[in-house]
């Protein structure tokens, strides 16, 4: 039998979800568009995406130990 608690988890996976299901869609489009319009080559058209999912990688462990320490309003205050 499911409760409150049960279900707060399982909305947030859904969430996240449909959240990849949408970047995994739109995310070829601005790769598409630099290679065409600007003309970088695809090496460097895909090495900036790329850069950014490994620095992601690499920090973002840290980050989410930081918040659950200190909790998320001061880091949600300090990025806005």
């Not at 990849?20 to 003309?39: C, L, Y």
């Not at 840290?62 to 300090?78: K, V």
Request: aromatic share 8%.
């Amino acid at each position: 039998m499911a409760t409150a608690m049960d279900a707060a988890p399982r909305r947030i996976r859904i969430g996240s979800a449909l959240s990849a299901f949408g970047n995994g869609s739109t995310v070829p489009f601005p790769f598409v568009h630099v290679t065409r319009v600007r003309d970088p080559g695809p090496a460097t058209a895909g090495t900036c995406p790329a850069s950014f999912a490994v620095a992601a990688l690499v920090v973002l462990p840290f980050t989410g130990r930081r918040i659950d320490r200190r909790g998320r309003c001061p880091w949600s205050c300090s990025a806005s």
